[in-house]
């Protein structure tokens, strides 16, 4: 079943989560139509790399083409409308940049699997719950209104603005008009009732020049408590669920109403500061003895530029966090001369600023780290701001030529002598520019999340995991010396970035039994899970007891195997994975003879093995598990096609196979039918020309049963025999002669 089809058929409530992110940048219809298409394509790589992204985005069209041809025949006028403004839309938004709509799909795909594998959870996890409060959505929808009003406000006062200059230009031509004429004049009754109009008008307009400046202050006042509570809060917000989007968690987005809301404040700010410059002007032309415009208005403006600094420097933040195109769901892990992209934003969005801002990369700028290795940034380190290169317009700078380079240093400053190991150093990358405009100068800066450098791949899995523990246990930015004194993890936390990193990393992720298992390897049996605080030691750096890794390790190899050997199984649901072996016989014991569940080794790293359940002649249950399997003996023969092929030897018996209903009773074939890579062989026959009479020949994974289970086991289950040769050998060898060659292991693992 395709990812889509399992989309459509969750709850409402799941189902109103999936429209929020399907919008005019990638449409929903595009989506139902080529669901096939679309999750057959790597548009994880493609985000990463522009050659192919034009070549997915082209495809992509044909693709849409092609439906265009199909619906024509059919007369469906409104999908052929929809579909004609579709094509036009992917030419002309994503021409220019296809990495941003692999970018889309990617990020639509990760979180469809998220909602999937939060469907299948009986409750929503701690974490994705607080991200999705409803006072969240609340204070969103009050900061729009807020906005909205604030805007509507200073254009109110322009007008009042204008009445004033209208007002004072009329005062300012009868009293000029008055001053014109003689002496003599002046002393006519006319003259005088004209001169207590003018002063009438004077107090009309010193009134008038007070109520201007009182709601100048308001607006500033109301733009300063939006500034300091609500739109703060929201940004941290945001830059929080940016964090847990990095480790697996749900799409974080909300950018672009930020956005929105300070390029209107910043427009408000700038109005309110021309409408002060407007009263400036009007001060040169007419003052008077308590005219409140020189008292009030510097510190109107002083009070204006301070906030349109603060605005500002709040507005440069990092859209997407440092990342190896090479490794798009390992974030913040960068390899030494290996390239990395990373994006910001201006979230003031103003035409005058479009290419005028230049931003600097730099790494370890002004800041201690517990690291003694220095670091460099190669590459193009000093790019433009523009609003061309974003599909949605929005005022960004990607870098994505940037290569991290460590500097020598003096002799016995290695970085593996420092107090902590590599992958639990955190580095961080800075970003600089200025803004100039309107007579102002404004110097920003921003940091990236705190990333981890590595120079061997091997480093990886305990980087990432760095990674996922700094993010899950802080909001700090910029806490480089965090792992001096980890803090514990919530264990109910842990579980569900667990999750993540199958939902997100391999397409499916962990119910609440799964869950359980994990729970208790890294816990022991609990009544409860729910208020234990696991340590990082514990998580990333103790072996587990018995064994030569750790619990990361562990869990990393079967990412790793699922994720390059059994996917599509994973995926449909048809491995159990994580159940311990006295839960495995629980669930076996009273089920029917050859049923069978899949699950991962837990003494061996990156093992997949089968149990499968027997019934003696004497009615006792028996349960057999194989050697787990491997990549290396994975990627010999594909594990669909072992399950299918899979023989055991019993005494003197012919090979079957054990393995009949997947648990709890799916038929074998029914759950892995599609899988299978071809169909079995059957018995062939030398071809009668002789020239190319070969016996074909075929990997059979065969086991031996003993009936002494102290029998010694063989080193491999798997040998390359086919059907007709093995009927051969059962007519030329002896039974011992079969035994000997054919013993299988049989672990207890």
Known sequence: MSQWSQVQQLEIKFLEQVDQFYDDNFPMEIRHLLAQWIESQDWEAAANNEAMAMILLQNLIIQVDEQLDRVSQEKNLLLIHNLKRVRKLLQGKYHGNPMHIAVIISNCLREERRILAAASMPVQGPLEKSLQNSVVSERQRNVEHKVSAIKNSAQMTDQDVKYLEDLQEEFDFRYKTIQSLEQNDKNSALIKQEMLALQAMLNTLDYKRKEVLSKIGRVIHEIDVLMSNILTEELLDWKRRQQIACIGGPLHGGLDQLQNCFTLLAESLFQVRRQLEKLDELLTRLTYDGDPIPVQRPQLLEKVNFLLYNLFRNSFVVERQPCMPTHPQRPMVLKTLIQFTVKLRLLIKLPELNYQIRVKATIDKNVSTVSNRRFVLCGTHVKAMNMDESANGSLSVEFRHLQPKEMKTSAGSKGNEGPHMVTEELHSISFETQVCLYGLTINL??????????????????????????????????????????????????????????????????????????????MGQQVSYNDYQLSWAKFCKEHLPGKSFTFWIWLEAILDLIKKHILPLWIDGYIMGFVSKEKERILLKDKTPGTFLLRFSESNLGGITFTWVDQLENGDVTFHSVEPYNKGRLSALPFADILRDYKVIMADNVPENPLKYLYPDIPKDKAFGKHYSCQPNEVSKPSDGGGKGYVPSVFIPVSKIFNDSTEPHSPSDLLPMSPSVYAVLREHLSPTAIETALSSPYSTD
Do not use: C, H
């Open 445 to 522: 800066e921003t940091s990236s999340l705190p990333v981890v450098m590595i120079s061997n791949v091997s480093q990886l899995p305990n980087a990432w995991a760095s990674i996922i523990w700094y993010n899950l246990s802080t909001n700090d930015p910029q806490n480089l010396s965090f792992f001096n004194n980890p803090p514990a993890a919530t264990l109910s936390q842990l579980l569900e970035v667990l999750s993540w990193q199958f939902s997100s990393y391999v397409g499916r992720g962990l119910n609440s039994e799964q869950l359980n298992m994990l729970a208790e390897k890294l």
